[in-house]
Every structure is written in C-alpha cells, then in structure tokens.
C-alpha cells in the first residue's frame, strides 16, 4: 500500500489524525479550513476551532450558517501557554465527547510568537501525537508560510503525520519525526538570559521561604502587577518544591526579565520518566499527582518544560505587562476553557 493509501485509510479509521496544511494567504486558509469544518459539522461531527483572531475572526465570518455549531476559542489567550493546550483545551473537549468523532482546527503557531513560544508549540504539536494517539480525532492544523520561518516550517513537518492541500486527499509525511526525539530536543539549545542572573541554590524547605520573599521582590522591581506577583510566586514555589520532594534536591533558581518578561528558571539533577510530565489533566481537584503543574500553566504566560540527560530545566515566563487571563474553575467537573459559541440561525 503506497503511503497515500495509508494516510486515506487513517483518515476513515477510528484513531487520531493529526494533519498539517500550509497556506500562503487568507484566500487559501479559508480554502483548505471551511470545507473541513462545513464537512464535520454537517456530519455530527463536534468542530472546535482554536486559533488567533486573525484567522479566527475571518473563519467565523465566512462560515455564517454553514455550521450549526462550532466552538471557537481565542489562541492568543486561551494558548498564550502552548504547555496549555492538551490539558486544558484539548481533552476536555476530546472526554467531552468521547463517543463521537470530533473535528478540531489548532493554529498554535503564527508570526509574531516569540522563540520562545514557538519552540514551546512544537514541543506542544509533537506530544499531541503520544497524549491523543488513540483519540476518534481529526485535528488540522494551519500554518502561515508566508508569514512563518523556515524553520518553522520545517518543525510542522516533523510533528505532523498527515499533510493536507487544497484538490488532494491527505497524504502520509515523510518528514514526520518521533514524536518523543522531537519533544525532548526542539528546546535546545536553551539561551541563556540576556542580563546577569545569580543562582539561587534551594537545598531545603527553611530555603523556600526565602525564595518566595526573593521573587517577590524582583517581580516587584519589574513592575509585574500584585495579583499576578502572587501567583508568579505560588508557580515558582510549586515548581522549586517538585524539585526537592521528586529528586531530593537541590534545585539551582535564577531569575531575571527579557523582553519585558519575567523569568524563572528552575533547574534540577532529576530525570523525566513522563514526557507528558506538565500536560495530564487532572480528573479532580483532589488528585495529588499532576495538579501542581497544571495550576503552573495556568497562571504563566508560558511554560517550558525540557528534560536533559544532566537533568530537567523548567522556566516560567510572565509577561509583565499582559492582563491577568479571565478564568473559571468549577470544583468538581473539568474545567472548560471560556468560549464563544455561535449557532446557526433556524
């Protein structure tokens, strides 16, 4: 079977698809996305579209009542974390429906993210491939080739299995990649901090105190607003915590800002088991194991998990003049993230 065939026989297969097309301009995202989401709609399909306003706002606009319903979401909020994605959005919407085919469009990646962020949504796009592997899923997701790098490009063809294009049926990707060589490697090589930072080493709890008063402090001297101040010191300390309780210590913390963010790196000697260490869902509130670094992506801005074979470096990112994300968790259930939903008219 040549390796059209096999993409073709993916797609009608139960199981996750999980598909890359390009687009140079708006003309031809709306080309490749509307039929997909008009198509699953039509067919019972849930649709879930995640992805900037850019595209977003003019998808919506252009579906009008060829959609009964599909849900749309911010990425500029809701995966300002890429880390966020497969917790927070998508397997609340994949348990959701667990009985049904569901169809979702994923924008991660878009000019104008960071480096930082871009890595991150790589990382992000490759564990989709281990976190959802079994999932009744076909997710598409869209890339700006005329806006994107090179490299960009390049990192979508190794994190997605199946390209797409506009007249064709989907097609296998030779360029696919491992998706854990990918997801363990696409953060090196880690930069260091533009401005001097001293290590900070935490051997103990008396020590964790001590840094709690240290991050206040230079997220103070930042100008990082007091609620978000607060919670960037409730993620360092959970983060510096892990490092002690999960490796025995010690943890080795700097902090300093770059590109009016505030960073904090946590580095420990402990070896990643998981790689989906940071992207579980937790089924309740709770559960012991997996909370505290699901809390940690949802108070940053962004979350950079990168094991190593010397050890495991996680940085937290605050941006010091974003506003705090609107959020509701209700105890109990699965939180699912605040969306705008649009029904067709009778």
């Known amino acids: 079977m040549d390796s059209d065939a096999h993409a073709n026989e993916a797609t009608?297969?139960?199981?996750?698809?999980?598909?890359?097309?390009?687009?140079?301009?708006?003309?031809?995202?709306l080309d490749a996305v509307v039929p997909f989401v008009v198509e699953g709609a039509?067919?019972?399909?849930?649709?879930?579209?995640?992805?900037?306003?850019?595209?977003?706002?003019p998808l919506r606009a252009r579906l009008?009542?060829?959609?009964?319903?599909?849900?749309?979401?911010?990425?500029?909020?809701?995966?300002?974390?890429?880390?966020?994605?497969?917790?927070?959005?998508?397997?609340?919407?994949?348990?959701?429906?667990?009985?049904?085919?569901?169809r979702?469009?994923?924008?991660?990646?878009?000019?104008?993210?960071?480096?930082?962020?871009?890595?991150?949504?790589?990382?992000?796009?490759?564990?989709?491939?281990?976190?959802?592997?079994?999932?009744?899923?076909?997710?598409?997701?869209p890339y700006d080739v005329?806006?994107?790098?090179?490299?960009?490009?390049?990192?979508?063809?190794?994190?997605?299995?199946?390209?797409?294009?506009?007249?064709?049926?989907?097609?296998?990707?030779?360029g696919y990649a491992d998706p854990t060589t990918v997801?363990?490697?696409?953060?090196?090589?880690f930069p260091e901090p533009a401005e001097q930072s001293v290590p900070f080493r935490v051997s103990g709890?008396?020590?964790?105190?001590?840094?709690?008063?240290?991050?206040?402090?230079?997220?103070?001297?930042?100008?990082?607003?007091?609620?978000?101040r607060e919670d960037f010191e409730t993620a360092v300390n959970e983060v510096a915590t892990n490092a002690l309780v999960h490796t025995g210590g010690p943890g080795i913390v700097r902090l300093w800002t770059q590109d009016d963010t505030l960073v904090c790196e946590v580095r420990d000697e402990g070896h990643l088991s998981d790689v989906l260490v940071g992207r579980r869902p937790i089924r309740s509130f709770d559960a012991v194991h997996g909370r505290g670094l699901f809390l940690v992506n949802e108070i940053c801005d962004l979350v950079q998990i990168n094991p190593r074979p010397d050890g495991t470096i996680i940085r937290l990112h605050m941006d010091i003049h974003?506003?705090?994300?609107?959020?509701?968790?209700?105890?109990g259930e699965l939180w699912e993230p605040p969306a705008w939903s649009w029904s067709a008219p009778d």
Request: aromatic letters at 6%; charged letters at 20%; a negative charge.
């Open 146 to 174: 005329a806006g994107l790098e090179t490299v960009d490009v390049g990192n979508a063809l190794r994190t997605h299995p199946v390209v797409r294009a506009e007249g064709r049926e989907p097609w296998a990707n030779r």
């Open 64 to 102: 009008r009542a060829d959609a009964p319903q599909v849900t749309f979401i911010d990425a500029c909020e809701a995966v300002r974390n890429p880390t966020r994605l497969i917790p927070a959005l998508l397997d609340p919407f994949f348990t959701k429906h667990h009985d049904e085919h569901v």
């Open 12 to 29: 009608r297969s139960a199981g996750l698809v999980h598909a890359a097309v390009f687009y140079p301009d708006m003309s031809a995202y």
């Open 322 to 331: 974003a506003t705090e994300r609107q959020q509701e968790i209700v105890e």
């Open 42 to 57: 039509w067919a019972g399909d849930p649709v879930l579209v995640v992805g900037p306003s850019a595209t977003v706002g």
């Open 205 to 228: 709890r008396p020590d964790l105190f001590l840094l709690r008063a240290i991050v206040a402090a230079r997220a103070a001297l930042a100008g990082l607003p007091h609620g978000r």
């Open 183 to 189: 997801a363990t490697g696409c953060l090196e090589p």
């Open 104 to 141: 979702v469009v994923c924008e991660s990646l878009w000019p104008g993210r960071s480096e930082a962020a871009k890595r991150t949504a790589v990382q992000t796009e490759a564990l989709l491939n281990v976190a959802h592997a079994g999932a009744n899923a076909t997710i598409l997701c």
